[in-house]
DNA sequence: CAACTTAGCGAACGAACGTTCGTACTTCAA
DNA sequence: TTGAAGTACGAACGTTCGTTCGCTAAGTTG
């Protein structure tokens, strides 16, 4: 196997390409990138870009999937050893809204793009983001119920409505940052999640 | 003056076209709208569309200008006689909520979807939306200093922080309805508006 | 009634879109 | 040494994009 790169050139490609598609996406969104456009960042042809995926729509998912496990090697796996409850719950705020605050995209956080992005439309994409968001949803409310077994936060805690405040919170890092320069954003969205948990804020962050 | 369709239906068109810009763009973004799409669903030609804005970029200026009207007369407007202060920040809150749960767009508030569209692109709209978001949230940090003056919110509470909070907690209802279909959104979102305001959340709404 | 303005149409433009095809070339397996 | 597999290319496809042009028709103004 191979063309005018060697194999391991040609795995290089890909990830290449997923790289690139995903830090135009972070800026101007998925339908942002185009064959052509990844062809020309690429010094490739657009054939040559293509033919890894078979089609746009492909490339898409690909794209979801690369950033997915970025998030998830960045806010996820370093607090995935500790025990579950409350002390993990806050350790996953402060790992979330440091990726917010250097989301490794020159756009901001792809998949808080991307959740907008998509969050009307229908089709395969859709569908892997609806999961994707889902799975995350899961892990925080886990956490959220373990936390209140433990009486570590109040009884009459709603998981659903902590989940969502705190989704929106770290998402909301990324307009601020983009649109008004809000250097500050990630720590007023990590003191606001202790607002929204009832717990008190860290003094300095 | 006129054409095929007289004075008054010209002046319908041109809103005709921007309301139904306004639509497709809550869905699928304002790149998501073409001449061509917008002339076959108006049953219109692509150059009968276009004249009466120039440009694609007046286009979707004219388009955001008309998603902003909507917006201040449906969140602010049933707010703006109240005196200046807390009772008047946390009607904005009810009413902002309101407004995220039925936007009047098929795919949800309009800004919030462009927010997040444009964040991370230049030119002209991009500042427009910036101009547009900067002077809401203007109107917010003033009711915030007027409360913490008034001694009805916290001595210490940050103005920014809470004005990030609280859009965060707004715009955040749009993908928790389109993608997760959470219809209590709104009423998590005005709950914990309450929490990052630090004031008792209402019994029921 | 004539002159002017303007809404809208239909056709066309160059560019970019995603995709397909045949081909060249390199590496690995037989 | 030959054959299969696979990478990448260049060219072309049909479509759609935003925009421009000349034209028609209706209403306003003189």
Same mark, same amino acid.
């Given at each position: 196997m191979a063309g005018r790169r060697s194999v391991a050139a040609a795995l290089d490609t890909r990830a290449a390409i997923v790289r690139c598609a995903a830090d135009i996406a972070s800026v101007e969104g998925m339908e942002g990138v185009t064959i052509g456009r990844l062809a020309a960042e690429l010094e490739m042809s657009k054939s040559g870009v293509i033919g890894h995926f078979g089609t746009k729509e492909q490339l898409q998912l690909a794209t979801l999937e690369y950033a997915v496990d970025l998030f998830r090697t960045r806010v996820w796996d370093p607090v995935s050893h500790r025990p579950p409850g409350l002390d993990r719950l806050l350790?996953?705020?402060?790992?979330?809204?440091?990726?917010?605050?250097?989301?490794? %995209?020159?756009? @901001?956080? %792809?998949?808080?793009? +991307?959740? %907008?992005?998509?969050? @009307?439309r229908t089709g395969p994409v859709h569908d892997a983001l609806v999961v994707t968001t889902e799975r995350w949803r899961g892990v925080l409310r886990r956490e959220i119920e373990t936390a209140v077994a433990a009486g570590e936060l109040a009884a009459d805690t709603d998981p659903g409505q902590v989940v969502f405040a705190l989704e929106a919170l770290a998402v909301g890092v990324n307009p601020a940052r983009q649109l008004h320069g809000d250097d500050l954003a990630?720590?007023?969205?990590?003191?606001?999640?202790?607002? +929204?948990?009832? +717990?008190p804020a860290p003094s300095s962050t």
């Open positions: 350790a996953i705020c402060e790992s979330w809204t440091r990726h917010e605050d250097k989301p490794g %995209f020159p756009g @901001g956080c %792809f998949i808080a793009a +991307v959740t %907008f992005e998509w969050d @009307g990630p720590a007023w969205a990590l003191r606001a999640m202790h607002a +929204v948990l009832g +717990v």
